[in-house]
Structure formats: structure tokens, C-alpha cells
């Protein structure tokens, strides 16, 4: 048995002249959890559309669960659990009927024995019979996730499942998916939430206008991107915008007290601070997340991790 759910090679898709996705590359391994990053309209949710099974590909090549995304793609909608942008709900049917439509469209056995399992499973009961329109987002993301996970899939493809709701149910739903992964569940999740990769995922994947610039663990890749960054206190914002405009400087912001530079070459950003008389009392800090997400917006730089 392979220890990859999903391993696809440059995945291509148009729609009508727009490439959304340009030859992507992915792969994820059973029990793994990789967020899924890039910035709005970067491809995401139509690459996650095309490794479950709803979009064929215009090219590339790969499996999910061992299935071939371009033939199988009954045998992957049947196998895999996914969670769409919105949660993807009948609004207009209560919590056990929706939970009752997602194991009849699996064609489980013991139907009405699985619903009310999963009822106590997800903590709906209180909320069976309410329609699922009526529901809060968290509630709503409980009964979208227990519906994606009532066939037991070993693989979860969800599409901005946090978007949305508030802390604590986040929290709850990260429990939940890092309880699935412990069992050997593979997730590839998308994300805008930068603590979501960092606290929960074992790698990310980034992704910039249909091209994957990135992935690995988020050491890893903050690695690659040779990024560094120096707090710079006392320094007006006023010198933010010329800082900005120099070439070793990807970024520069405004923090408490003072001013954060960033660039990909230590010795270029030196002496870029030299020359403003910075450098003595530049402090070096570590490069964040946000930095690198940054950073690759704005350069497109392909990290070869
Ligand atoms: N059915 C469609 N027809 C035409 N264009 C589409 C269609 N679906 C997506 N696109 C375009 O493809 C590109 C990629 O969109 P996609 O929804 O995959 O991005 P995303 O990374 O998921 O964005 P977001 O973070 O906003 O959800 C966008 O430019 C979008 O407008």
C-alpha cells in the first residue's frame, strides 16, 4: 500500500482563455495535513475542484487515494471528503436530513444508525432537527465537516473550511481534522489563516496565479527564501516609503516603536541600512510567515524546496 493520497504532476486548467492553473505539482501523504495558501483567485479551490473528482484537467497527470484524477473520477468522488467554500449545506433541510443526503449519496449501509452516530460524534444533537439555514457559521462548518466525513474517507479536501467563524470554533474544528490526520487521514486544506499553518499543518503548499511557488514545512520554506528581516526602532514612517522603494528591500513595515525591513540577500540589505545610517542599531529578527507569503506575492519567486 502507497503512503500517498495524493501525488499529481503539472495539473493544468483553463477557463476559456484564462490559465487558472499552470502545471502544478502536489503531493500529500496519508496522515499528513498541507495547507493550501496563495492569494485570492491563485488557483485553490480549482486545483481542490480537480483532485476531487468535480473538474477535469486540461492537462497533467496523478492519483488521489491510488485513483486516476482524469478516468477515476467516480471511483475519487466516492473515496474522498470534501468540504466546499460556504459549507456546501441544504439550507433548507434540517441537520439530520443533510447528514441522512450525505450517507445516501455514499449509499451507506445502516444509514439512520450512521446519522445519529455522527449527530453524537459532532455534538448536533441538540440542533438535529433545526434546519441547517438557521445554524451559526460554526455550526454550520460542524455539520459541513461531519457530512464530509461520513464515509470515512482517508482523504479531506477542504476548501476554506474557517473562513468566517469565530475562534473557538476554529479551535474545535482544528481538533477535530488533527484528530483525523493521528488516524492516517490525509488533508489538504486552503487557507487565508496564517496561524491555521503554522499551529496545525505539517507543510504548506503556496500557490501564485496557477503556479506553485512553494512548499514544504514552513522552516523549510522560510529557509529557501533566504529571507532576513531587521526591526529598525525609532525610525520614522516617513522613511518607510523610501525604504521601500530600494532594490534589497522586499518589504518594509510599520511596527510599534519603530519600523521592519525585510529582503532575500543579508548582505545587500546591510548595506542598503548602512547607507540610510541604520545599521547600528538594525535588529535582526526572525523572518515570519507573513513576511514569506509577502514576499512571493510581490516577487514570484519560485523556492526550490
Ligand atoms: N468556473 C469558472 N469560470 C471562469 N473562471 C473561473 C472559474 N472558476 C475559477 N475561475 C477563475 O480562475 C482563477 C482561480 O480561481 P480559484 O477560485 O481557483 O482561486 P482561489 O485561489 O481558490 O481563490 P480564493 O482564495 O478567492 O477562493 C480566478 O481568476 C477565477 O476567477
Not at 245 to 269: C, F, H, I, N, Y
Request: net charge negative; proline share 3%; charged share 20%.
Amino acid at each position: 500500500m502507497s503512503d500517498t493520497a495524493i501525488a499529481v504532476s503539472g495539473l493544468i486548467k483553463r477557463f476559456g482563455d484564462q490559465l487558472a492553473v499552470r502545471g502544478i505539482d502536489l503531493e500529500v501523504g496519508k496522515g499528513e495535513i498541507v495547507a493550501f495558501v496563495g492569494p485570492n483567485g491563485s488557483g485553490k479551490t480549482t486545483t481542490i475542484r480537480m483532485l476531487c473528482g468535480l473538474l477535469t484537467p486540461d492537462g497533467g497527470e496523478g492519483h488521489c487515494l491510488g485513483f486516476d484524477i482524469r478516468r477515476e473520477y467516480d471511483a475519487i468522488k466516492e473515496h474522498v471528503g470534501y468540504m466546499s467554500q460556504g459549507f456546501g449545506l441544504y439550507s433548507d433541510l434540517t441537520v439530520r436530513e443533510n447528514l441522512g443526503f450525505s450517507a445516501s449519496i455514499h449509499q451507506l449501509d445502516a444509514r439512520q444508525q450512521k446519522v445519529e452516530a455522527a449527530l453524537h460524534e459532532f455534538q448536533l444533537q441538540h440542533y438535529a432537527n433545526h434546519l441547517a439555514g438557521t445554524l451559526s457559521g460554526g455550526w454550520k462548518q460542524r455539520l459541513s465537516l461531519a457530512c464530509a466525513l461520513m464515509h470515512e474517507p482517508e482523504l479531506l479536501l477542504l476548501d476554506e473550511p474557517t473562513g468566517g467563524v469565530d475562534p473557538e470554533s476554529r479551535r474545535s474544528f482544528w481538533h477535530i481534522i488533527r484528530q483525523k490526520s493521528a488516524q492516517g487521514v490525509a488533508v489538504l486544506v486552503s487557507t487565508h489563516y496564517l496561524d491555521e499553518v503554522e499551529l496545525y499543518s505539517d507543510r504548506l503548499a503556496y500557490i501564485h496565479t496557477g503556479t506553485m511557488l512553494a512548499s514544504g514545512t514552513m522552516q523549510e520554506v522560510i529557509k529557501q527564501s533566504s529571507l532576513v528581516a531587521f526591526r529598525l526602532p525609532g525610525v520614522s514612517t516617513a522613511l518607510l516609503e523610501t525604504l521601500e522603494k530600494q532594490a534589497a528591500v522586499s518589504m518594509a513595515e510599520v511596527l510599534a516603536g519603530g519600523v521592519k525591513v525585510t529582503g532575500p540577500d543579508r548582505m545587500a540589505l546591510e548595506r542598503c541600512l548602512n547607507d540610510f545610517g541604520l545599521l547600528t542599531d538594525a535588529e535582526a529578527v526572525a523572518p515570519t510567515l507573513e513576511d514569506l507569503f509577502f514576499y512571493l506575492a510581490r516577487h514570484h519567486r519560485q523556492l526550490d524546496v
